[in-house]
């Protein structure tokens, strides 16, 4: 359960901003892959355009105000919220008068099959593999370049994105869905990849975000589960990313090779959404600049029963110290006394003898 209790700094600029964004020249038809389950923009520079959405299955063209997951932005680009493999196809922005002005040719690859590697463990990332449909096509992974690495001046790591790619002879490569349509074909290779590599660099001056976004949140672990999701915000696949617990950085590496236990950075995020297992102070970085900070709230139950269990601890230690007192007071008494029976003894007897010498 997450309660937000403030967001800090400035937020007059439109949070869209944030968003991981792609663009192509006017007039053009742009061709990209990318991974479903992360939000994307498509830009196009015409206020009050109109966009369609059409596939090798769709061939009447779609209109995108429509779509509960495309919002369309004053500037003419379309914000994609959690896009789904399903929505792999053409995207075409006309101006206010049905004029073409740019064409996107997106496949939204499948992030839940997506293949991650780390290269400081020895992890291999998926090799070529030959695939007969009518030819014989080659699959192979296309590799955007490295990410920036998630921290400066101390260890870090740094990611990079692999996308499917079918390969004819004597032809261009083409994404593989985009190739495939409604082909049905299965392959364990037909899936994008993630790689990891631990890194280290100076600090340098890096582009800021628009604005600063600061977010504080209070989290308590869900009762049943005993484990919270943590959301870093502005967070994306698509850039560096860091979480660190009690100022411990939270690493792939850790995760990996099984020596992490009480989170779990969600890869089909690219470890934006974090899982929680205990308490701790929180934090995340994106592109090596504080965003959030995530602090441990008690249940008031727990807190209450935990104080009544203290009182009655104490109420006891009271008792117990009360009757410790009780006892070292009768024993001095004790003492006192048999000293002065001791004292007063000698005494009576010596008398006693005194009388006897008079008879």
């Given at each position: 359960m997450l309660t937000t209790i403030g967001l800090l700094l400035n937020l007059v600029f439109p949070i869209l901003g944030f968003y991981f964004s792609i663009s192509c020249p006017n007039?053009?038809?742009?061709?990209?892959?990318?991974?479903?389950?992360?939000?994307?923009?498509?830009?196009?520079?015409?206020?009050?355009?109109?966009?369609?959405?059409?596939?090798?299955?769709?061939?009447?063209?779609?209109?995108?105000?429509?779509?509960?997951?495309?919002?369309?932005?004053?500037?003419?680009?379309?914000?994609?919220?959690?896009?789904?493999p399903s929505q792999t196809g053409l995207y075409s922005c006309q101006d206010q008068n049905g004029s073409q002005v740019v064409q996107y040719e997106i496949d939204f690859q499948d992030v839940t099959t997506l293949h991650?590697?780390?290269?400081?463990?020895?992890?291999?990332?998926?090799?070529?593999?030959?695939?007969?449909?009518?030819?014989?096509?080659?699959?192979?992974?296309?590799?955007?370049?490295?990410?920036?690495?998630?921290?400066?001046?101390?260890?870090?790591?740094?990611?990079?994105l692999g996308y499917c790619y079918i390969k004819e002879p004597l032809k261009d490569p083409i994404p593989c869905w985009l190739y495939l349509g409604d082909v049905r074909v299965w392959s364990t290779r037909l899936r994008p990849e993630l790689q990891v590599e631990t890194c280290i660099e100076p600090c340098k001056p890096s582009p800021k975000l628009d604005k600063f976004f600061v977010t504080f949140d209070n989290f308590k672990l869900n009762e049943e589960s005993e484990s919270v999701w943590l959301n870093c915000p502005l967070g994306s696949i698509y850039r560096p990313l860091n979480w660190e617990a009690n100022n411990t950085p939270l690493t792939w590496h850790d995760q990996l090779s099984g020596q992490e236990f009480g989170t779990s950075l969600d890869l089909f995020s690219g470890g934006r959404r974090l899982q929680i297992f205990q308490p701790a102070i929180y934090t995340c970085f994106i592109q090596q600049e504080f965003v959030a900070r995530f602090n441990p709230m008690f249940n008031p139950e727990v807190l209450e029963t935990q104080r009544g269990e203290e009182a009655g601890k104490t109420q006891q230690k009271t008792s117990i110290l009360k009757a410790l007192k009780v006892i070292l007071f009768m024993a001095t008494v004790l003492v006192f006394i048999g000293a002065l029976y001791r004292f007063l003894r000698p005494s009576q007897k010596k008398r006693c003898n005194q009388v006897l010498l008079v008879k």
């Amino acid at each position: 359960m997450l309660t937000t209790i403030g967001l800090l700094l400035n937020l007059v600029f439109p949070i869209l901003g944030f968003y991981f964004s792609i663009s192509c020249p006017n007039h053009q038809q742009c061709q990209q892959a990318l991974l479903s389950g992360n939000d994307i923009i498509l830009h196009c520079n015409s206020s009050g355009a109109h966009w369609y959405y059409s596939s090798q299955e769709i061939i009447k063209p779609i209109d995108l105000s429509n779509v509960p997951n495309v919002d369309i932005m004053l500037d003419g680009s379309i914000l994609i919220i959690n896009p789904l493999p399903s929505q792999t196809g053409l995207y075409s922005c006309q101006d206010q008068n049905g004029s073409q002005v740019v064409q996107y040719e997106i496949d939204f690859q499948d992030v839940t099959t997506l293949h991650i590697s780390h290269k400081n463990l020895g992890q291999k990332p998926l090799q070529n593999e030959s695939l007969n449909i009518d030819d014989k096509v080659l699959i192979f992974t296309h590799w955007e370049p490295w990410q920036d690495c998630n921290r400066c001046e101390e260890p870090g790591e740094r990611k990079r994105l692999g996308y499917c790619y079918i390969k004819e002879p004597l032809k261009d490569p083409i994404p593989c869905w985009l190739y495939l349509g409604d082909v049905r074909v299965w392959s364990t290779r037909l899936r994008p990849e993630l790689q990891v590599e631990t890194c280290i660099e100076p600090c340098k001056p890096s582009p800021k975000l628009d604005k600063f976004f600061v977010t504080f949140d209070n989290f308590k672990l869900n009762e049943e589960s005993e484990s919270v999701w943590l959301n870093c915000p502005l967070g994306s696949i698509y850039r560096p990313l860091n979480w660190e617990a009690n100022n411990t950085p939270l690493t792939w590496h850790d995760q990996l090779s099984g020596q992490e236990f009480g989170t779990s950075l969600d890869l089909f995020s690219g470890g934006r959404r974090l899982q929680i297992f205990q308490p701790a102070i929180y934090t995340c970085f994106i592109q090596q600049e504080f965003v959030a900070r995530f602090n441990p709230m008690f249940n008031p139950e727990v807190l209450e029963t935990q104080r009544g269990e203290e009182a009655g601890k104490t109420q006891q230690k009271t008792s117990i110290l009360k009757a410790l007192k009780v006892i070292l007071f009768m024993a001095t008494v004790l003492v006192f006394i048999g000293a002065l029976y001791r004292f007063l003894r000698p005494s009576q007897k010596k008398r006693c003898n005194q009388v006897l010498l008079v008879k």
